[in-house]
């Protein structure tokens, strides 16, 4: 197949973008650097939002500072990791190689490094916000925004006071939230729900998509429209010379003057033909889909002690979450997708959704949750950008500003020392 990266749609002749990876970070920086002038053209083995941008629970959880590897989690993690259903589970089989990561986890779980994460995820989550906000204005997306907020709801006294702190982290970042007591005050926001859940936090200012499938593909629209190109293809090879990048793939090669890679899950093992290893593995999430909802749910609902969410997708509901460490290869094991729908019924009396769709997907993630942004020091023509755990979807804007001010090789917004793809490495 010939070179034909050259020359398209009247942009200048000279090699520009290939961005790795059709999901929403792909896709919402292809967007950004057209709109900047680039010539992009976005390559995906599968096509765009067909993995964790397919069947993620739509939300844009600003909300979120505190990341998975925390002090705390030291304390729960071997309880939740012996129980093959549980919010937290490591599939056996799996146990060998994920030991690398989960020695980067336990380290990070460090008092020191976990404070060091919630500032950087509270300064990513603010770029992210605002810029998810000039992305709706721009692209006149509002139809499939949905901003009803979140309802945090809590079994008893106890489990409520013990997320007081993490209701404190958010007032000092500025986020807004009302805390409720007795099922009168909850069912004032979210009627219907079992009076076990006594207390809830609730924050107004949280949004979802409609569907995230169909946001990235509204993104990709106006990415085409602008000129960019989505390509199909599975990438072989990646290798950098003094004057480009070239992509071999299952349909030929590309030339770039630059490459991003935010292919997911699947980012490390394109990094390697680079020579770069960073600990990156999976959190496969469950979710089923019911195309029409038997419930009124009027907020997203999150259960935090059983590790789940249930929110609006289009006209129906989708019941999903908990983590599953087991890489990319195992087989899916939807009896995790299973049990969180028959939690659902419990907790909300009357609730009987018929018959949905279940799926697993891949989350992308490092041990400390935070992505990983920036160039490769192997390869200065390739930037990363993946690796965003639960909250791909939530930081996609901020994370295509981003990369769009490394492709310009202007200063970021914000320091992108806590994002170091190999800070990993250098720690030693």
């Not at 929403?24 to 057209?34: E, M, P, R």
């Not at 309802?151 to 007081?164: D, K, N, T």
Request: charged share 20%.
């Amino acid at each position: 197949m010939p070179d034909t990266s050259s020359a398209r749609n009247g942009k200048a002749d000279t090699p520009g973008v290939v961005i790795i990876g059709a999901g929403v970070i792909g896709v919402t920086t292809g967007f950004l650097l057209a709109e900047q002038g680039h010539r992009v053209t976005i390559l995906d083995r599968r096509g765009v939002a067909e993995e964790a941008s397919c069947g993620n629970a739509g939300a844009f959880a600003f909300t979120d500072l505190e990341p998975l590897a925390s002090p705390g989690m030291l304390l729960k993690a071997p309880k939740w990791l012996m129980d093959p259903l549980g919010p937290l589970t490591l599939r056996p089989s799996y146990a060998p190689r994920m030991l690398p990561w989960l020695l980067h986890f336990a380290r990070a779980c460090q008092p020191r490094r976990h404070r060091a994460a919630i500032a950087a995820q509270a300064e990513l989550m603010k770029v992210s916000r605002a810029a998810l906000e000039r992305l709706i204005a721009r692209t006149d997306t509002e139809h499939l925004i949905r901003r009803e907020g979140q309802l945090q709801v809590y079994e008893g006294a106890a489990e409520y006071r013990a997320s007081l702190p993490s209701w404190e982290l958010r007032k000092q970042h500025g986020i807004a939230y009302e805390l409720l007591e007795g099922p009168g005050a909850i069912a004032e926001i979210q009627p219907g729900l079992s009076p076990r859940f006594t207390h809830a936090g609730f924050t107004p200012d949280w949004m979802n998509t409609t569907d995230p499938q169909a946001w990235t593909r509204q993104l990709a629209a106006r990415f085409t429209a602008l000129g960019g190109e989505i390509r199909t293809a599975e990438v072989r090879d990646l290798s950098q010379d003094d004057s480009g990048v070239t992509v071999t793939t299952t349909d030929g090669s590309l030339r770039a003057d630059q490459l991003v890679l935010a292919a997911g899950a699947w980012s490390h093992q394109v990094a390697r033909r680079l020579g770069d290893r960073m600990p990156l593995d999976t959190e496969r999430g469950y979710n089923t889909t019911f195309p029409e909802a038997s419930f009124d749910l009027r907020t997203q609902l999150t259960f935090s002690s059983h590790g789940f969410v249930m929110s609006r997708i289009g006209d129906g509901v989708r019941i999903g979450g908990a983590v599953e460490l087991g890489g990319l290869k195992l087989p899916p094991n939807y009896k995790r997708a299973d049990l969180l729908v028959d939690k659902a019924r419990t907790f909300l009396p009357g609730f009987e959704p018929g018959q949905g769709k279940r799926w697993m997907g891949f989350r992308p993630s490092m041990p400390d949750s935070l992505p990983a942004i920036g160039r490769s020091t192997r390869a200065d023509r390739v930037i990363y950008a993946f690796g965003h755990g639960h909250l791909g979807l939530t930081q996609s804007a901020g994370t295509a500003e981003l990369v769009g001010a490394i492709v310009a090789r202007r200063k970021p917004e914000i320091s992108l020392t806590p994002f170091d793809p190999l800070r990993f490495s250098r720690r030693g």
